[in-house]
């Protein structure tokens, strides 16, 4: 059983920056794909980042636009959020699989309990 615990939400103003993180099981990151989905109120959960782990490549859902990092460091995953908008309130959530899903599959194997982010115009 993989356990997942994200924090860093928060409230912030359109045009600022969260960094979200999601602690595990140090060896989960060499063994199981991790990603960030995100559910905004009133819509479907759907895919903001993902990280392989095999080779390290990496994944955006478009609405990202470069503004998103996702990355390991200090066995923690990470989401770096800059010029935030509106639309992007949302509960986060990390996720993790031991196959190598995409993030328009929702059906990933192990999630956390989601963090709050919320910005305001």
């Known amino acids: 059983q993989v356990q997942l615990a994200e924090s860093g939400g928060g409230s912030v103003q359109a045009g600022g920056s969260l960094t979200l993180s999601c602690t595990t099981d140090?060896?989960?990151?060499?063994?199981?794909?991790m990603a960030w989905f995100r559910q905004p109120p009133g819509k479907e959960r759907e895919g903001v980042a993902l990280i392989s782990n095999h080779g390290g490549g990496t994944y955006y859902g478009d609405f990202v636009e470069g503004r998103f990092t996702i990355f390991i460091s200090q066995n923690t995953l990470y989401l770096q959020m800059n010029n935030l908008k509106p639309d992007d309130t949302a509960m986060y959530y990390c996720?993790?699989?031991?196959?190598?899903?995409?993030?328009?599959?929702?059906?990933?194997?192990?999630w956390g309990r989601g963090t709050q982010v919320t910005v305001s115009s």
């Open positions: 140090k060896y989960t990151y060499s063994t199981y794909q």
């Open positions: 996720a993790a699989d031991y196959y190598q899903k995409r993030l328009a599959d929702p059906l990933w194997a192990f």
